[in-house]
Structure formats: structure tokens, C-alpha cells
């Protein structure tokens, strides 16, 4: 049941030659946005976000303007010599190639990804919080193909006791003095949700396409996992290793981190419960911030995303140009599925009295944009009021 040790499982993946340097396939080199594309928080790793203009163009993200969220470098994987592990409380385990894992049905759904983090530096307006200062653009919405975790799971006959299934990356990260992977868990009973093709049921994906193509280096090739409605710290890149459990995975990113906490002592990292679902959040992507506009009719734009629950559907997007005063209802557009984001626009009329624009929502499932939200140390799940400032002429 234990994990591989740090260390040793650093060494038994550079002697085995699974990671390497210097190697890659054709698709690994091309990462999916420029300079000109995506706005760089970090560059070692990456950490990236488009403007959010570019972001609301289209209902699905084309992959150069999809958020790149990392921990470590890029792992550079020859998919030949690439492996899943899939061990734990299973009546069979198994080691399986991409090529072993490509016989299984092949299913492709849409799916919204958001990181926890995802207008972070908001919070800085109350405290200072430490992490990637993401704005309103570590969000995004794919198309992603591959195959089901519950089927592969099915296959390996998970023993009726297992609780809890643990994904491991294939990257390298510097914790300390020791070398982890990523990692991420999801509760069992959402582990064995089907995938179905129809959306009806859009269950935990083991994806190695991403719109079509095959995964960027930054979107984890040559698979990652998919978990739909939940936030995108549970979907892995560079899958290694999963692993059926009766508790959560004890690594790092799910047992002390991305955690609602006050303080980040160790007792506050303890009693705190791992993040899963997202909550609903939008954002105005146009006009942009502090842009000097004319007394008048302004049309505006952005996105909405419903909490991610299944069936959880946009109810009502609200702006407003008065500070809260009055509200106007905006226009949904793009497709209505589970675990996607929904556009929208909306026409206001902006006075010389305007300094910022505000926008809300609601969903059917009782989600709602507070206009505030409490301080949290690691400034993760903002989904106030967005609010963007303006000037007027």
C-alpha cells in the first residue's frame, strides 16, 4: 500500500529511462502558448494565463490559450518506454503501456478546468498571500479524449473496502531535501463514475489528447487524468502511478496543501479538509482593467462558471455599473453541460459616476458569488463579486 519512497523512485524512473533528457516525441516539444499568447507568472516551471479577452473568444479554449499550471519542469517522457502503474487494494494489479491502455473504449467529453488558485492576487488587497498571483485567467474549457479511470479500475478488480484512489505524476519536484511527484486523490465514488460520450455522465478521464491532438508537455503528455467539477490540482499530468487506497494519498498537494486554512501551521494543515469541488465564479474579460471608456452604452463580456456539482446549471449572471445599486441581467452564450463553463455579455449603461464594473451569479444548485470572501493564507477558491475598475471620460 505504501508509495515508493522519494529517492528511490527518483532513481528506479532515471535508470529505467522513462524520463529522460533530451528526448522527446514531435508533439512534446511544442508547448501551447507563446509570449504573445499567455501572460508568464513563472517560467521555472511554467505558470501561465491568457488575457482574458482571448480567453471568452470561444466557448472551448483552443490549448495556446489554456492556463499552464506546474509544479516542477516538464518532465521529458519517451512514450514508448512509458508505464501506468495501477496497484493498492485491487485484486490485479497492473503495468500497462499507452499503447495497453489505448484498448480500452476510447471516450471524449468537454470539461472546464479552473485552478484553486484562480484570482488569487485578490486577496492581496486584505493580506498578502504567497503563491502563483494568478488574476482571472487560471481557467479553461476542452475537449479532451481518452479513456475511463472507472474501466481501468473495473478491470483491476478493486477490492469493496478501497475509499480513495491516488494519482502520482511523473515530475520532479524539489520539497526539502527530497524529490516528490505530484499527486492528487478522489474519493472512490467518484473514481467509478462511468464516462459517457453524451455528457450525461462525464466521470474521471485518463486523457492523452487535448482539442484534438495529443497533450503539450505543459498539459502533462503523454496522460493525465480529467476529473471533472473538481479543482484542476486533482487532475494529474504526467500520470505514473495510480494507486486504490481506504484513506486520501498522503502526498504533499493533498495532505498539507490546497487547503482552506487561516494559518499555515501544521495543526491548521491537519484539521483542514483537501479542496474537491469548485465553487461558482465569473469574470468580466472585457472591457479591459482600468480601460478609460465614454459615458454611454458599454457591452460587456466574460465567463461563468456553475459550481462543479453534476447537473449544476448558470441560473443568473448579473452586472452592474453602480457599485450594487442595480443589476443587469446578462446573456448566456455557448453550450450548456455538466462541468463547462458558460460566456456571456451583457449591455449596460456606464455614467460619469462609474469607477468599476461588477459582476455576480447564481446556479440551480444554490451556488452563489458573495461579495466577499473570507481570507484564506493561501489565497485559494476567490469567487466574489469580480470587480473591475474603469475610468470614464
Not at 524512473?13 to 508533439?27: E, K, N, R
Not at 495556446?64 to 485491487?90: Q, T
Not at 484553486?116 to 482571472?136: D, H, I, K, L, Y
Amino acid at each position: 500500500m505504501n508509495s515508493i519512497s522519494h529517492l528511490s523512485r527518483r532513481e528506479m524512473l532515471l535508470t529505467s529511462g522513462l524520463i529522460v533528457t533530451g528526448l522527446s516525441q514531435p508533439s512534446l516539444g511544442q508547448n501551447p502558448g507563446s509570449e504573445k499568447d499567455l501572460v508568464f507568472r513563472t517560467t521555472d516551471p511554467n505558470n501561465a494565463e491568457p488575457a482574458l479577452q482571448r480567453l471568452v473568444e470561444s466557448w472551448i479554449t483552443p490549448t495556446k490559450y489554456f492556463y499552464v499550471r506546474s509544479h516542477a519542469p516538464n518532465p521529458l517522457i519517451n512514450a514508448s518506454d512509458f508505464r501506468l502503474s495501477i496497484e493498492g487494494m485491487i485484486r490485479r494489479p497492473l503495468t500497462l503501456s499507452l499503447a495497453q491502455l489505448k484498448r480500452f473504449a476510447e471516450h471524449s467529453i468537454t470539461a472546464t478546468l479552473t485552478c484553486a488558485g484562480n484570482r488569487r492576487n485578490e486577496f492581496n488587497r486584505e493580506g498578502n498571500v504567497g503563491g502563483v498571483q494568478w488574476e482571472a485567467g487560471a481557467i479553461g474549457n476542452a475537449k479532451w479524449a481518452g479513456i475511463a479511470l472507472a474501466d481501468v479500475l473495473k478491470h483491476a478488480e478493486v477490492l469493496e473496502s478501497a475509499k480513495h484512489v491516488w494519482f502520482e505524476g511523473l515530475d520532479q519536484i524539489e520539497k526539502g531535501d527530497a524529490i516528490i511527484p505530484f499527486g492528487g486523490s478522489v474519493p472512490i465514488e467518484k473514481a467509478m463514475l462511468p464516462v459517457s460520450n453524451t455528457q450525461t455522465h462525464p466521470g474521471v478521464l485518463l486523457a492523452y489528447t487535448m482539442n484534438g491532438k495529443p497533450l503539450t508537455a505543459d498539459h502533462g503528455y503523454p496522460l493525465r487524468t480529467v476529473v471533472p467539477g473538481y479543482i484542476g490540482a486533482r487532475s494529474v499530468k504526467w500520470l505514473g502511478k495510480i494507486v486504490v487506497s481506504d484513506r486520501p494519498s498522503p502526498n504533499h498537494y493533498v495532505a498539507t496543501a490546497y487547503k482552506i486554512v487561516k494559518k499555515t501551521q501544521a495543526i491548521d494543515w491537519s484539521e483542514a479538509g483537501p479542496i474537491y469541488r469548485y465553487p461558482i465564479n465569473a469574470a468580466i474579460a472585457s472591457p479591459n482593467p482600468n480601460a478609460v471608456v465614454a459615458p454611454g452604452a458599454l457591452t460587456l463580456t466574460g465567463y461563468v462558471l456553475p459550481s462543479g456539482i453534476l447537473g449544476s446549471r448558470v441560473k443568473r449572471v448579473l452586472v452592474s455599473t453602480d457599485s450594487g445599486k442595480s443589476w443587469t441581467s446578462a446573456e448566456l452564450t455557448g453550450q450548456d453541460n455538466d462541468y463547462c463553463w458558460q460566456l456571456w455579455k451583457a449591455n449596460v449603461q456606464v455614467t460619469g459616476d462609474t469607477t468599476e464594473l461588477i459582476v455576480r451569479a447564481t446556479d440551480n444548485r444554490g451556488g452563489f458569488m458573495p461579495a466577499r470572501v473570507p481570507w484564506n493564507a493561501k489565497g485559494y477558491l476567490q469567487n466574489s463579486w469580480y470587480r473591475l475598475p474603469i475610468k470614464t471620460r
